[in-house]
């Protein structure tokens, strides 16, 4: 067998989530269709595949990801069999066939052998998440509607984030998010932050133009989060209450409450999802892969417990 590393993004519009359903498309379900056929594999008699993918970070219904790692262990014969007439790898011939099968809105990056220890989630170091809204500070551009959330409300961006600093370092998030069975809703977050994107020409290069044409995220009010992991609706959960202290419906110290106070009672929501891009997953050096995912699979607690 050889365990292969896949990157990828995808429009999740049109998707029920990363994770396969029993209706629905979604992903994951998507991708391992076309692996199956590719590799021969048949599948069983529930109508699920046999090629299974093991993803960084599982994505909610609506959510983009414009870099998503996930990993598959395929059995050699199978792999070899990809070339066919092509003067390739097999690595090489699996991308390529897989490319050409998916659909527009997920694209194939990259498929290499990944390095020995390599889980796609759980030898992880930390995530990247970044939610965009068009507030009332800048135009509505329709053309945006699948990655941006809009409000006709103008945002304190200054009072949102006194909110987003207080979620920094180490913390239950169970106010915001929701365990997986036996698990925990801490987590370390090293970043977190709003920050409106400058309005920019497309190109800074001018060639003497009357106009000078916007790049199309000029004016969005970006934040930007990093964290070792994610539990269920913690992003959106987060964004969503720093909207109400940046509308002014909340204060600051309604959202410290929230955090010191690991609790859900109905106040702190998911925001909607289409805003939501999963951008980047860093991984440590390849010799510490393994003892990443060892260290990472035990159950957290805070200091003190």
């Not at 925990?184 to 309005?199: E, F, H, L, N």
Request: hydrophobic letters at 45%; charged letters at 25%.
């Amino acid at each position: 067998m050889t365990r292969l590393r896949i990157d990828l993004a995808y429009n999740g519009a049109a998707f029920h989530g990363w994770a396969v359903q029993p209706q629905g498309r979604t992903v994951q379900g998507t991708i391992e269709e076309a692996l199956d056929r590719i590799l021969g594999l048949r599948g069983g008699d529930d109508g699920t595949g046999v090629a299974r993918l093991t993803v960084a970070g599982r994505t909610d219904a609506g959510v983009h990801a414009s870099h998503q790692v996930c990993h598959l262990d395929v059995d050699d014969a199978a792999l070899a069999r990809c070339v066919g007439h092509m003067r390739l790898t097999p690595v090489q011939a699996l991308a390529t066939r897989l490319s050409r099968m998916m659909p527009d809105d997920i694209a194939i990056h990259d498929v290499t052998v990944a390095p020995d220890g390599f889980d796609a989630r759980f030898s992880a170091l930390e995530r990247t998440y970044v939610y965009r809204i068009a507030d009332a500070h800048a135009p509505w551009d329709p053309r945006l509607k699948d990655f941006v959330w809009r409000t006709d409300r103008e945002l304190d961006v200054e009072r949102m984030n006194e909110a987003a600093a207080l979620t920094l370092g180490l913390h239950d998030f169970g106010s915001f998010a929701i365990a997986n069975p036996g698990g925990t809703t801490i987590r370390d977050v090293k970043s977190a932050y709003w920050a409106r994107v400058p309005a920019r020409p497309l190109l800074d290069a001018g060639m003497g133009e009357r106009y000078r044409t916007p790049a199309v995220e000029s004016g969005l009010l970006c934040f930007t989060i990093v964290a070792d992991a994610f539990a269920r609706n913690m992003v959106r959960s987060l964004v969503g209450a720093c909207v109400q202290v940046g509308m002014g419906k909340r204060d600051v110290d309604w959202f410290s409450g929230k955090m010191a106070v690991p609790l859900r009672e109905g106040s702190t929501g998911p925001i909607a999802p289409q805003g939501l891009t999963l951008e980047h997953i860093a991984y440590p050096a390849d010799g510490d892969l393994a003892a990443r995912a060892e260290a990472i699979r035990a159950r957290r607690t805070l200091p003190g417990e």
